[in-house]
T-cell receptor, first 115, second 110 residues
Framework: NAGVTQTPKFQVLKTGQSMTLQCAQDMNHEYMSWYRQDPGMGLRLIHYSVGAGITDQGEVPNGYNVSRSTTEDFPLRLLSAAPSQTSVYFC??????????????FGQGTRLTVV | AQRVTQPEKLLSVFKGAPVELKCNYSYSGSPELFWYVQYSRQRLQLLLRHISRESIKGFTADLNKGETSFHLKKPFAQEEDSAMYYCALKRWGSNYKLTFGKGTLLTVNP
């Protein structure tokens, strides 16, 4: 059982470049989300999806786009990379509404550096 | 709005000493509280959830609704407990919008 898989693990971008961070889960979870982890800031929610075709903004959505065409995949797109987007990005998935105490499963993270 | 506060960024203890990582929250509805742990360069993983009232790796946490706290405790710290700990909150019965605190880096010295 692979769980939540993120690719790539590491990436260096130049300012202004675009790229897509991939996230896939094989647990048939309804809910998927993207967080960024910065020192002293904890994890902040970028975008989330409650099911295929449904996405919404989190706390820090600017500069990022998402789509959810399938239950399994939830890619995060950086439109025009900026140094402020240097961070570690985590994708997570979990069961949807109605489940109490259900844990979120995280990917191994993508360490992105924008120069 | 929901908010989670972890007042200590860093906490350092010696092996065998008790440890308490503080977590306070603000939320107008019924919350579910969790502790997640991240060992060095690994993914986050669930440590405890308040509704289970379980003890994992010797850690316990009790939800105190009066004080809006969910502190994580262990009577005797081990070196392998060194990690980043995040307290997290979500609305009861929903997995939408899990809100994390800023984390506490625990170091257990030999």
């Amino acid at each position: 059982n692979a769980g939540v898989t993120q690719t790539p693990k590491f990436q260096v971008l130049k300012t202004g470049q675009s790229m897509t961070l991939q996230c896939a889960q094989d647990m048939n979870h309804e809910y998927m989300s993207w967080y960024r982890q910065d020192p002293g800031m904890g994890l902040r929610l970028i975008h989330y999806s409650v099911g295929a075709g449904i996405t919404d903004q989190g706390e820090v959505p600017n500069g990022y786009n998402v789509s959810r065409s399938t239950t399994e995949d939830f890619p995060l797109r950086l439109l025009s990379a900026a140094p402020s987007q240097t961070s570690v990005y985590f994708c997570a998935s979990s069961y949807g509404q109605g489940e109490t105490g259900t844990e979120a499963f995280f990917g191994q993270g993508t360490r992105l550096t924008v120069v | 709005a929901q908010r989670v506060t972890q007042p200590e960024k860093l906490l350092s203890v010696f092996k065998g000493a008790p440890v308490e990582l503080k977590c306070n929250y603000s939320y107008s509805g019924s919350p579910e509280l969790f502790w997640y742990v991240q060992y060095s360069r690994q993914r986050l993983q669930l440590l405890l959830r308040h509704i289970s009232r379980e003890s994992i790796k010797g850690f316990t946490a009790d939800l105190n609704k009066g004080e809006t706290s969910f502190h994580l405790k262990k009577p005797f710290a081990q070196e392998e407990d060194s990690a980043m700990y995040y307290c997290a909150l979500k609305r009861w019965g929903s997995n939408y919008k899990l809100t994390f605190g800023k984390g506490t880096l625990l170091t257990v010295n030999p």
